[in-house]
């Protein structure tokens, strides 16, 4: 189970810093999963910190369960890991307010 208020490590705090200083445009999500489908921790850490509180707001509000919603956010991300090679370089996530697209990655 994910806990979703825990505060990053100072050692993933500084590897997403030095993927920024390095990457150049890391504020795309399309470069990060790109980096996460090449296998960079950082990049997907980036990622997670990026969506994790409005997908999980997303999912809670979907099955009204705490411990259900952290389940499937760990899920979610643990696909996107997974699959992240599948859709390069053609992925972005929606927010969550998006009409139509509300809480989709769109390929």
Known sequence: MLNVSVRPQPAAVAAVSALAATAGKTSS???????????????????????RTYVYRWLLRLVSNETLAEDLLSEVF???WRQAGLCVPKIRFCNIGDEGRRGQAVM
């Open 29 to 51: 999500d399309e470069v990060l999963v790109e980096q996460i489908a090449a296998g960079s921790k950082p990049a997907m850490q980036a990622l997670f910190a990026r969506h």
């Open 78 to 80: 643990l696909d996107v």
